[in-house]
């Protein structure tokens, strides 16, 4: 069978294949620790849980308007009014069903064939498929270590011409969790008006910043008029299932979400607006607490890993991943993330599911309990004690027996370790 050439452009997303992967080894016995899916491990804030059960229980399970309940979209405005510095209204705001509706139908209703779009690599990957997809021209800008994983402003710059429609930021971002600081949003910021570009700000970790605050590119001057800002409630109130996520954006640009949602989805379900209201306006005590709480995970699994002979790993910013790189053992990513499910029982996913400028590093989820975070560091430095070993036996077996006294004395040594 033959699909529609389109069809072709859209990648799976990796962390679902890991996922595969993983519960086809516990189906055979094996004890996976799952360290690949990026969602908090903490049960739906209560105010959204008991507002949604509410909600059902009151028969508010019908349909909604195609760009959701009018005082969610109000709530949603005066939120990122207070949070982002601008003036938006509920006209603004459009509800969609996750957050990757947020991502598809803006460039959907932006976006034409032959079109440039400036996105992060790593980064996720919906941001290349779908602009190939639409038969645009991807332009990934690579975030590099040495400047901490944000924006290689240099290669961003370049990249940039008459033919540049949309600009894709991730801030904090997956995978590697680091922060565009503000001076380069503003060189960003700048770039986008002289070339009448748009900006899609992806802000769906925006909650999630242990260093610093939050930086919103749309708070900048002229940038209201030209960004879609995406945000939702998956990340921060541990709603991944719920499906439940938002868009800010000029007026013109949201009116034009109303037909696509309508001939897609409909309109995203009732009783989960409800609930993400509830979650919005209600306490936000248990939010606290889990931000605090993966801030102590952050800690214990940097310098857990960073404790792991061959492996360096920056303390990321926000969000909930780490970026290890793991160059070192002269494996791709693809290699590593297989190897550690395989020989440790710990499922990561490969940088280079993010992108190919991830190759070399891994992504960690450190979603997941302080005592499964630590138990899977255990083995993954077993795991790569032993790799290490079985690479030094193979450089002895390829290389002669020294004869003097000092390689002799290496000799020793390098079994004594083994």
């Keep these: 069978m033959r699909l529609a050439e389109r069809m072709y452009q859209l990648k799976a997303e990796g962390a679902y294949e890991m996922l595969a992967r993983a519960q086809a080894l516990e189906s055979q016995g094996r004890e996976i620790i799952h360290l690949e899916i990026g969602q908090p491990d903490f049960d739906t804030v209560p105010s959204a849980a008991l507002a949604g059960i509410r909600a059902i229980a009151t028969g508010l399970t019908r349909y909604n308007p195609p760009l959701g309940i009018p005082t969610l979209r109000a709530a949603v405005a005066t939120e990122i009014s207070r949070t982002r510095g601008v003036e938006v209204g509920p006209q603004n705001v459009v509800i969609m069903p996750g957050g990757k509706p947020g991502i598809f139908f803006p460039m959907l209703a932006l976006v034409e064939p032959g079109d440039e779009v400036i996105y992060p690599d790593p980064g996720f990957p919906t941001y290349e498929s779908v602009t190939r997809f639409l038969g645009a021209v991807p332009r990934p800008v690579p975030l590099l ?69 939050h930086e919103s590119i749309i708070s900048l001057p002229g940038m209201l008029e030209r960004t879609v800002l995406l945000d939702g409630f998956s990340k921060t109130y541990a709603m991944t299932g719920w499906r439940l996520g938002y868009g800010v954006m000029p007026a013109e640009v949201a009116e034009a979400m109303g037909p696509l949602l309508t001939h897609s989805v409909g309109c995203t379900a009732t009783f989960t607006q409800y609930a993400g ?13 889990m931000i605090a709480q993966f801030r102590l995970r952050r ?85 790569l004690e032993r790799l290490g070993q079985k690479k030094r036996r193979a450089w002895r077996d390829s290389n002669p027996q020294p004869t003097d006294s000092k390689s002799a004395a290496l000799s020793i040594e390098l079994q004594a370790r083994d």
């Design 145 to 213: 270590e040495e400047n901490d994983f944000s924006f290689d402003m240099v290669a961003f710059e370049q990249s940039l011409s008459d033919r540049t429609r949309l600009i894709i930021l991730n801030s904090p971002s997956n995978p590697t969790g680091s922060i565009i600081p503000r001076q380069d949003l503003e060189r960003i910021a700048e770039a986008a008006r002289s070339r009448d570009a748009w900006v899609l700000s992806d802000e769906i970790y925006s909650r999630l910043v242990y260093d610093g605050e």
């Design 299 to 383: 800690d214990a699994i940097v310098e857990g890993l960073n404790a792991i002979s061959g492996i360096t790993c920056q303390k990321p910013q926000g969000a909930f991943y780490a970026f290890p790189n793991m160059k070192s053992f002269g494996k791709t990513s693809a290699e590593m993330a297989a190897y550690l499910l395989d020989q440790a029982g710990v499922a990561v996913l490969p940088g280079t599911a993010f992108g190919r400028y991830g190759e070399g590093y891994l992504r960690l989820s450190y979603a997941n309990s302080l005592e499964n975070i630590e138990r899977a560091l255990v083995r993954i430095g077993d795991a």
């Design 277 to 289: 209201l509830a979650a919005l306006t209600g306490p936000q005590d248990a939010v606290d607490r």
